[in-house]
Every structure is written in C-alpha cells, then in structure tokens.
Nanobody
Framework: VQLVESGGGLVQAGGSLRLSCAAS????????GDWYRQAPGKQREFVAR???????SYADSVKGRFTISRDSAEKTVYLQMNSLKPEDTGVYYC?????????WGQGTQVTVSS
C-alpha cells in the first residue's frame, strides 16, 4: 500500500492549509489513519487520528484548530488545518495502520511564517 501526501506549503500565521493522504486502495475502511508531524530537531509527534469506525482524536496542541476526515471512497484522509501558528511548522506524515499494515507516507512540508 502506498500513501502519498500533498497540500503542504508556506502560509502566514492565522492561515489555513488542507493536507491530503491518498492511498493506493480503499484501505481506510478497515484501517486507521493518523497524521504525525516532525519539526526540525524534534521527535515525530502525533497530531490526529481517524479510526476505521470513523472516530477522531487530536493532540491537545491542535484541538479546535485541526480537523481530520476521510472521503466516502475511504481512499483519502484529510487534515484541515486552520488558525495555523509558527509552531505548527514541520514535515507532516500520514500513517495507515491496522491488523495487516503499518505504512508511512513520504511527508509534506508545512511552513508557517510569523
């Protein structure tokens, strides 16, 4: 299973971006989809999750600002990021996991300027 992230870029503080994670098949009906991020010099950290059943959870640092969702074909997971802050800067990775898979995407860079 391949995961391809897109939608990153440079945005000013307070702006919005929408990240996409496209899978090579309809894997999100039976697998969970996570977003992680890694800032320069820091460890990769959890951002958000949507379970195969559709439940969502978020890191405290992004609650109320980020929304994770998936499409009806269950091939793509999205991360809508609003009210972005400079501390949201980093490489954002998609991670699909379940009983049979543990796959990471290649990452997409998000840079928030102050």
């Amino acid at each position: 299973v391949q995961l391809v992230e897109s939608g990153g870029g440079l945005v000013q503080a307070g702006g919005s971006l929408r990240l996409s994670c496209a899978a090579s098949g309809s894997i999100f009906s039976t697998n969970n989809g996570d977003w992680y991020r890694q800032a320069p010099g820091k460890q990769r950290e959890f951002v958000a999750r949507i379970t195969s059943g559709g439940s969502t959870s978020y890191a405290d640092s992004v609650k109320g600002r980020f929304t994770i969702s998936r499409d009806s074909a269950e091939k793509t997971v999205y991360l809508q990021m609003n009210s972005l802050k400079p501390e949201d800067t980093g490489v954002y990775y998609c991670y699909a996991w379940g009983q049979l898979i543990r796959n990471w995407g290649q990452g997409t860079q998000v840079t928030v300027s102050s």
